[in-house]
């Protein structure tokens, strides 16, 4: 199981940091994603973290804003989100790959969580 959280309303330039834990028989040793949808939009891939924490990718338009990292010992991964733009604006979902990539697109993915959602006002 997925639980994500810390989703809020920010202002533009505002940061928040979304966190995921896995529990259950989701290892901390998966690989870990990061997606978002917005309304009327597909849900699409924002980063991505392997299982050993060395590969990590982010989506060119999050690159230099957003962070993925993860702590294997609270089998818990985050999302730091700073500069945010009202475009960031979605339900942002975590997602777990039992094979350890950090694949970028949802089929890579057999876990999700129920997603937070994140809103950027202008």
């Known amino acids: 199981q997925l639980q994500a959280s810390g989703g809020g309303l920010v202002q533009a330039g505002g940061s928040l940091r979304l966190s995921c834990t896995a529990s259950?028989?989701?290892?901390?040793?998966?690989?870990m994603g990061w997606f978002r949808q917005a309304p009327g939009k597909e849900r699409e891939f924002v980063a991505g973290?392997?299982?050993?924490?060395?590969?990590?990718y982010h989506v060119d338009s999050v690159k230099g804003r957003f962070t993925i990292s993860r702590d294997s010992a609270k089998n818990t991964v985050y999302l730091q989100m700073n500069s945010l733009e009202p475009e960031d604006t979605a339900v942002y979902y975590c997602?777990?790959?039992?094979?350890?990539?950090?694949?970028?697109?949802?089929?890579?993915?057999?876990?999700w969580g129920q997603g937070t959602l994140v809103t950027v006002s202008s």
């Open positions: 973290i392997s299982g050993s924490g060395f590969r990590t």
């Open positions: 259950g028989r989701t290892s901390s040793r998966y690989g």
């Open positions: 997602a777990a790959d039992s094979l350890g990539r950090a694949s970028t697109g949802p089929s890579g993915y057999a876990y």
